[in-house]
Structure formats: structure tokens, C-alpha cells
């Protein structure tokens, strides 16, 4: 059982290191990514290209992502409407604490907003923040989700690629990143002051489907952000809600 599970952590790994840079892979480049021996990666390779979730260049012996992804890809757009599921939880957030509250799934290397309600001090952006991208190395929003990858997964996003600043005290180490990311699991949340925008500080939480995480709630602010245990519980409720809510919906 425990080999099996094993080999569906791989599959599903192997797929997540697709992005816009990563257009293709060979086997032994799998291996090094995935940490594991190069029988194993073609075994992952090859049931893969059996499920048509990819399909092989027969000249170069890369593979790239097959039409079975397209399939799931259609199947997540049409559910889509992650915004109108979230929007209660979020809504309800931003008026108990009185802070911009924000709702963000996985995009590769970052955060994408799917959804943000702005607190009484007005928006934190000049335009909307629905759409926006956080880096998976800056900010609570970002940190709060990849902290909870699997390590090959997230070193992927925070370790084999290079990190912008964004300001002064964002951090581009990866053994730095690393300590955070462990402490944030511990917490079960993460505060931020100043890494992405300056005068912006940030609490967050996952927002789990089971057991894995699937994006991450926060509340910000360009004041002082109230004291963490006045925040925790309302963000942990939010994160509840959507998870069970989109649980739901899957």
C-alpha cells in the first residue's frame, strides 16, 4: 500500500514540474527533480504516457503534457466559479476583522488571487487584486502554501530557480526559506511584514482539500496588523469553510 501511494506521489509530482519554463522532460532529468532512481521515474514515465497524461517525442526522447491534462484542466475551468464559492467566506472575513481578506490557489511558482474583499482602509493595490501573482518565496499568502508542499515539489519553486527581491527584507536564501517554511507548518500559519510591499503586512493559513493543500486564505493590511491571536481563529474558520466548501464541490 505504502509503494503504491508512493508511486501516485511521484505521478502527480512529475506532472507539477510542468510549468511555462519546463515545457518537456526527459527520464534522468525526472529523476534528479523527483530524487528517486531513474527505473522508477521510466516506470512513472511510461503509465503516464499509458493514461495519455503525456505523450512521448519519439526523436528527441522528451516527453511533454498529453490531452488527458487538457481533460482535467477543462473539467477545474468549468468549476471555476472557485470566486462565487469562496466569496461568502471571504466577505465574512474581511468585516470581522476589518482587513482586506484575500483568497489564492497554487499558479506554478506563485499564488494567484482568485478573490479579495477589501477591509475599511480601502483597497492595498490602484487596481483590482483578483488575478494578481505572489511569488512562492515572498509574502504570507505564498509561504503559507508552499510551506506545506512536499519537499521536492516546493524546492522546485524556491530552491532551483532564481528569486527575486522584491524589497529589503525579502529573503533569496534558500536554507533561510527552508527554516520559515518549517516554523509555518509548526504555527500553522505565517505573518509577513514588508517582503512583497513594503508598507504591507499579512497573516495567512492553508486551504486544504484532505489533507493537501490547495491554496491559502489571508487578511492584510497597510497598518499595524492587529495581534496574531485576534487573527488566527476568524482565518482558520475562513480556511475551514472554503476547504470544506470546495471539497463539496469536487
Request: glycine share 6%; charged share 20%.
Amino acid at each position: 500500500m505504502a509503494e503504491t501511494l508512493d508511486s501516485v506521489e511521484r505521478a502527480l509530482s512529475a506532472l507539477l514540474l510542468f510549468d511555462a519554463d519546463r515545457r518537456e522532460i526527459g527520464v534522468t532529468e525526472l529523476a534528479g527533480l523527483l530524487r528517486c532512481s531513474t527505473s522508477s521515474a521510466q516506470r512513472t514515465i511510461h503509465t503516464l504516457t499509458k493514461l495519455q497524461f503525456l505523450r512521448r517525442d519519439d526523436q528527441r526522447r522528451v516527453y511533454t503534457l498529453g490531452t488527458s491534462v487538457l481533460h482535467l484542466s477543462r473539467a477545474w475551468q468549468s468549476t471555476a466559479s472557485l470566486a462565487s464559492i469562496a466569496r461568502p467566506a471571504v466577505t465574512a472575513l474581511a468585516e470581522e476583522t476589518g482587513l482586506t481578506a484575500t483568497f489564492a490557489i497554487a499558479d506554478h511558482a506563485h499564488m494567484r488571487a482568485v478573490i479579495s474583499v477589501d477591509g475599511p482602509e480601502g483597497p492595498l493595490r490602484d487596481y483590482p487584486m483578483a488575478g494578481e501573482l505572489f511569488p512562492a518565496h515572498v509574502g504570507a499568502i505564498s509561504k503559507a502554501y508552499f510551506a506545506h508542499l512536499p519537499r521536492a515539489r516546493r524546492d522546485h519553486y524556491t530552491s532551483q530557480r532564481p528569486l527575486a527581491r522584491y524589497t529589503s527584507v525579502t529573503s533569496m536564501n534558500p536554507q533561510e526559506l527552508e527554516g520559515e517554511f518549517a516554523r509555518i507548518r509548526d504555527l500553522g500559519y505565517c505573518v509577513t511584514r514588508g517582503e512583497y510591499d513594503e508598507q504591507v503586512s499579512a497573516l495567512a493559513m492553508p486551504v486544504k482539500l484532505g489533507s493537501d493543500p490547495l491554496g491559502s486564505v489571508s487578511v492584510s493590511t497597510r497598518e499595524t496588523l492587529p495581534p496574531t491571536g485576534v487573527l488566527v481563529d476568524p482565518v482558520a474558520r475562513a480556511s475551514r469553510t472554503i476547504g470544506q466548501l470546495l471539497a463539496k464541490r469536487n
